[in-house]
């Protein structure tokens, strides 16, 4: 096979797979958002939000929560439970710079992901008192 015959049917094939991939691909990937609970903190300067991701792939799944330095841009998500069934979670500002995550009754916490601070804002986590929550 000469060398223009070859590169056709690279070409051919390259096509035929992006094609494809760009059918099927959306279906296991495809997700959906939605928000849950949102809050500014104190001063204005930044921002805590709650989402959950459903996604045509269950196993993409997940409950986050996104923060932003509304000033700079500067922004992080971290996936807070793979389990969507429990969403309830909440923000509270304490301060500018000390934020509470109120996690709903159910969650494990061995399985709650998610870290301790982002930018000059410590992040913390506590139950919700019984009853604050309806699942």
Same mark, same amino acid.
Request: hydrophobic share 40%; proline share 4%; aromatic share 12%.
């Given at each position: 096979?000469?060398?223009?015959?070859?590169?056709?049917?690279? &070409?051919?094939?390259?096509?035929?797979?992006?094609?494809? =991939?760009?059918?099927?691909?959306?279906?296991?990937?495809?997700?959906?958002?939605?928000?849950?609970?949102?809050?500014?903190?104190?001063?204005?300067?930044?921002?805590?939000?709650?989402?959950?991701?459903?996604?045509?792939?269950?196993?993409? !799944?997940? &409950?986050?929560?996104?923060?932003? !330095?509304?000033?700079?841009?500067?922004?992080?998500?971290?996936?807070?439970?793979?389990?969507?069934?429990?969403?309830?979670?909440?923000? +509270?500002?304490?301060?500018?710079?000390?934020?509470?995550?109120?996690?709903?009754?159910?969650? +494990?916490?061995?399985? =709650?992901?998610?870290?301790?601070?982002?930018?000059?804002?410590?992040?913390?986590?506590? !139950?919700?008192?019984?009853?604050?929550?309806? !699942?």
């Amino acid at each position: 096979m000469s060398k223009l015959p070859k590169i056709a049917v690279a &070409v051919f094939v390259a096509l035929g797979l992006y094609l494809v =991939l760009g059918t099927v691909g959306p279906m296991f990937f495809d997700c959906d958002s939605a928000f849950v609970h949102q809050g500014d903190s104190p001063d204005g300067l930044y921002r805590a939000t709650i989402g959950v991701d459903t996604c045509k792939d269950s196993t993409q !799944n997940h &409950v986050w929560v996104f923060f932003v !330095n509304i000033e700079t841009g500067s922004n992080v998500r971290r996936t807070l439970v793979k389990d969507t069934s429990i969403s309830d979670f909440k923000i +509270d500002w304490h301060r500018s710079d000390v934020v509470e995550i109120i996690v709903p009754s159910g969650i +494990d916490w061995d399985d =709650l992901r998610g870290g301790g601070s982002f930018e000059s804002v410590r992040v913390e986590y506590r !139950n919700a008192p019984q009853g604050e929550f309806s !699942n």
